[in-house]
């Protein structure tokens, strides 16, 4: 494997980090909550994706849009139901609220799904990998990756072009002006949980024909993800893309040049220096 | 207006007075009551792990274990408003540290729970001078990321700690040795260092740097501003907190004789000390031992009855648990238990 083989395979995966991080980020500035069940979110998604095959035969890239539309209610249902309670309180209740979610939902996937390991059989995507100037690309990192692109052009779009995404930018620079200028923010606030879960929905279908899926996955993941998140700006969905790319190459490298029990570390030193010298990160931005 | 309209009437009979002057020197020198009566209940709790079947005796240590690092999480999680999320790093710098030490350079682990706590101690506040700049949610993330890399090391630093397969601590009974074949020795020891973890808390929260770690809590800016240094009281907290963390490691390292890094570092150890202090009420010196109190044992219990044929349901009592209380009682069951007693004793004085 060559420098240029691993570099490539790290931003393919880094789009995955990207999605994931664009929700929480979403999330975070818009309504200030940092969400810690997004992990765990994701690992639900990547078990739907799994028992749509599973049980229905349903291809992955079929069930992806299901899936993201399904997490969007599943987002509506925990603000409605439990976040918009916590909205007027301090960070560490919702903090703290969401660890709940994140601990009972893991909890409920190995009640009900078991600890195994488990992998999603399918056909070869494409033939399973192209050939690019010598470089090997497995298709579904490829697909994944070009989900996660068009995934947050669509974001972006959404943010930056219609009505929708100037209520919820505005509600991220200033809730009470929003308010005050008749912007409905506690409807704002429920979309943007919608769609912060539904990116979750669509990188865990995106990513279950790549990883596997037991209910702890979340876990690494989400750390990833804020990696990510503080990496690119706090509340900017481009800033998350970027960071995302970036952290995968520098997970993929260090694992290469060092070995993989280390990159771990490697990535999080990167994240405590990012913290403690730029803390605003790469792009500094209310959404967008 | 006339003054002497205002005094209180005088025809009470005596002996309802004598109660209520007995009532209220209760509730004033309730402290002192409680620590009082600390000794007794300990005393009944090591006899209780000493002659009942080793399940209740482990039910008893473990729930002291869990209480005391909730306590020693709630100093800065709590009084200072910090939330931390990697206090699984400093139980396992103490774990590991006597550990090592008594394993590969035959130190009993008395000395190593003292060189754990210092070391623990150390390293919280080494991580807590750049992260105390942080505020909010940056700062859970930072402790968050530091917690993770403290496993990370402990996973791959393998020649000191053993990797991933964890370090087994040679069976050999004696007090010199902090290894004992019965439970009730762990209780009173766990027991003693759960006392000086409340005792500390106590200490803290009703002297000067509690109510400037309170200020700090409610509003830093303010704070500084009155002159408090808010940097300095948070660095003190996080220390203390760190320390007594380390200690509570040695003490279950002893306990368990085997730890491994997700055992001591995981980020699930984290979340269950936050868990235990959030429900049962942080930032008072009872709520985390009110909460791991009642949810220790339900877990342990759920593990037991049902752990083989429904695994995840004991954590699962958790994440339900915690999330009842942050919507319904805020201020976790020490505050519920606190305002119903407001509520009933201000009912009888209206009266």
Known sequence: MTLVQVVVSGLLIGGVYALLASGITLVLGVMKVVNFAQGELLMVSMYATLLLNDGFGVHPYVALPLVTVGMFLVGLVLHGGLLR????????????????VAISLQSLALLFLGGDYRTLQMEPFLGGSLQVGGISIGTTRLAAFVIAVVATGALLLLLDRTLLGKAIRATAMDSNAAQLMGIPVQRVYLVTMGIGVALAGTAGAALMPIFSVYPTVGVHLLLMGFVVVVLGGLGSVAGAFLGGLIIGVVEAVSSYLISASWSQAIVFAFFMIILLVRPQGLLRGDVA | MNPTTREAP???????????????????????????????????????????????????????????????????????????????????????????????????????????????????????????????????????????????????????????????????????????????????????????????????????????????????EAARALGVNSARVKLIAGTVSGLLAGGVGAIYAQYILFINPESVFGINVSIQIIVL????????????????????PASQFLLRDFGGDLPGLHTLVYGIVVIVVVLFAPRGVHGLIRSTVERLTAHRSRR
């Not at chain 1, 309670?85 to 709940?100: A, K, R």
Request: aromatic share 10%; glycine share 12%; hydrophobic share 55%.
């Open chain 1, 85 to 100: 309670w916590t909205i007027s309180g301090g960070h560490s209740q919702q903090i703290v609220l969401t660890l709940g």
């Open chain 2, 10 to 220: 005088v025809t009470e009979p005596d002996k309802v007075s004598a109660a209520r002057a007995a009532g209220t020197a209760l509730v004033r020198h309730r402290h002192l009551v409680l620590w009082l009566l600390s000794l007794p209940v300990l005393g009944l709790l090591v006899a209780i792990t000493a002659t009942s079947e080793l399940f209740y005796g482990h039910l008893i240590v473990i729930t002291m274990v869990f209480a005391a690092l909730a306590t020693a999480w709630n100093i800065v999680g709590g009084f200072a408003g910090q939330l931390s999320l990697g206090h699984a790093g400093f139980f396992g710098v103490g774990a590991y540290t006597s550990s090592i030490l008594y394993v590969d350079h035959g130190i009993s682990p008395w000395i190593g729970l003292f060189v754990g706590m210092v070391l623990a101690g150390l390293m919280a506040l080494l991580i807590g001078i750049p992260t105390f700049r942080l505020h909010g949610p940056y700062f859970a993330l930072a402790t968050l990321a530091m917690g993770a890399i403290l496993l990370n090391m402990a996973v791959n630093f393998r020649e000191l700690t053993g990797g991933e397969g964890g370090l087994s601590i040679p069976f050999e009974p004696s007090w010199a040795n902090m290894t004992f074949a019965d439970r009730w020795p762990y209780a009173i020891i766990m027991g003693i260092f759960l006392l000086i973890c409340l005792g500390v808390s106590f200490v803290i929260a009703n002297t000067r740097l509690g109510y400037q770690l309170a200020a700090v809590r409610e509003d830093e």
């Open chain 2, 277 to 296: 202090a959030v429900v049962g009420g942080s930032g008072v010196v009872l709520g985390p031992l009110i909460g791991a109190l009642i949810l220790v």
